[in-house]
């Protein structure tokens, strides 16, 4: 019997590779521009500075593989990213120690009404009504950093209907993985269950009705999401 006056919600979780067991799903933190091209596609300078985060809802995470055409919106626009788990974290943590925080690694698609992050850009307005909608997320299953080490370069990719729009690589990350844990523990208690979507390269752009997501990350394999 609970002590709660509505019934819980659901808890987020995501599969993980090898195993019954799933991830439980806290937070999630996402950079932006954190790949000089698409810095320079979306009209910014790539040069290194402050890094700035923006948050998805746990809610938002969906591994179905299929992504519902949002509401309100006429400009849906994908970005591939490769998301961190964490098993464990704190505050003020240091780079060196950053990496023994990482429970795995997995794939993940930063969908976005790119319309309307622009009209909230222009008057200076958070972004979650861009980024923060439902099902927003697709994630594909995690891999135990026992199974593919810690990721610091390999091949980035997406394609649509069978022709690649996205490509990259994970060494040309403004911000790395560590640097990425050690800056978002000087202003928010991270924690085990947090996620990080890592940023996204060069050839972002829209998509409709009855394309076929298909995105890949060097040693982690791949995933599919048919937007419906």
């Not at 626009?77 to 990482?102: R, T, W, Y």
Request: proline share 6%.
């Amino acid at each position: 019997m609970s002590n709660y006056v509505i019934d819980q919600p659901a808890r987020v979780s995501l599969p993980v590779r090898g195993s019954d067991a799933r991830f439980p799903v806290r937070r999630i933190y996402c950079i932006g521009r954190n790949y000089a091209d698409h810095a320079i596609e979306m009209g910014h300078d790539p040069n290194k500075e402050a890094p700035f985060f923006f948050q998805k809802n746990a809610e938002n995470v969906d591994t179905s593989g299929s992504f519902p055409y949002p509401p309100q919106t006429n400009d849906v626009h994908h970005e591939m990213e490769m998301v961190v788990a964490l098993k464990s974290g704190g505050a003020n943590i240091s780079e060196a120690d950053a990496l023994q925080h990482v429970y795995g690694y997995g794939l993940g698609l930063d969908m976005t009404r790119r319309d309307l992050q622009g009209e909230a850009k222009k008057t200076g307005r958070p972004w979650e009504i861009g980024k923060a909608f439902e099902r927003s997320a697709p994630m594909s299953e995690l891999v135990p950093v026992s199974q593919c080490g810690h990721l610091d370069k390999g091949r980035i990719a997406l394609k649509i209907n069978g022709k690649e729009r996205q490509v990259g690589d994970l060494n040309q990350m403004i911000w790395k993985v560590p640097e990425m844990i050690s800056y978002l523990s000087r202003f928010y208690d991270i924690a085990a269950g947090d996620l990080i979507m890592s940023g996204t390269p060069a050839g972002v752009g829209p998509v409709v009705k009855g394309d076929v997501m298909a995105g890949e990350i060097e040693g982690l394999g791949s995933f599919t999401v048919t937007v419906v």
